[in-house]
């Protein structure tokens, strides 16, 4: 029996100077269900198509449907221009079943969150994007845990910062695309810029 390859994140936070908000997701799939070298990179994973229905009414608004890829140059000016930093809680992983999925990724090292907000004073924001990316993020922060589609408050690294806890935008998570936009779209409505 090979014993487990810890596998290192393999892209560097995107972190626009002005950034209010940090979207965390987990971890990335293996490289062969990348779309793009850009977060949430999977061609069938929901997050650039949200966003596409909140800000443009259009699923397909960062989708290049022929190519059967997402248009990553567009996804980074927009948030740039939303002051929208990105990053997983997840720097250093074991995939047990060799799979993307979280239920069976194994945490070796969370993100250095600390550092990610040195790096961003501005933010005040944090949006966890599924359960693995929520637990992660809780056992880093000790804040206390939203339900699915709401916020806490708390305390951390000398900052006040919000969290909300929104569903996954993976297929394996059984909910309609406009259903998780919908829930999505609440943090924007209380976001302030």
């Known amino acids: 029996m ?3 390859q810890p596998e290192i994140h393999p892209l560097a936070p995107f972190l626009p100077p002005n950034a209010r908000l940090l979207l965390l997701g987990s971890f990335p799939p293996p490289r062969k269900r990348w779309s793009m ?18 800000f443009f009414d259009d699923k397909d608004h960062f ?27 997840v720097a250093v992983a074991n995939r047990l ?8 990724l194994e945490v070796v090292e969370p993100l250095n969150l600390a550092g990610i907000l040195d790096q961003i ?20 922060t000790g804040s206390p845990a939203p339900e699915i589609g709401g916020f806490v408050d708390f305390l951390y690294h000398n900052r006040r910062l ?32």
């Open 2 to 4: 090979n014993p487990l």
């Open 37 to 54: 070298d850009f977060f949430y990179p999977n061609y069938t994973n929901d997050m650039w198509r949200i966003f596409g229905l909140i």
């Open 63 to 89: 989708v290049d449907i022929e190519k059967k890829k997402f248009c990553k140059d567009n996804i980074e000016q927009f948030l740039r221009e939303k002051a929208i930093a990105v990053s997983d809680t």
């Open 97 to 104: 079943n060799g799979n993307a999925s979280d239920l069976t």
């Open 121 to 140: 004073p501005r933010c005040h924001t944090l949006v966890t994007t599924g359960q693995k990316a929520t637990d992660t993020l809780l056992s880093i």
């Open 162 to 193: 919000r969290l909300y806890r929104m569903p996954s935008t993976s297929r394996a998570y059984p909910k309609p695309l406009t259903d998780k936009a919908k829930i999505y779209r609440t943090i924007f409505q209380n976001f302030e810029q």
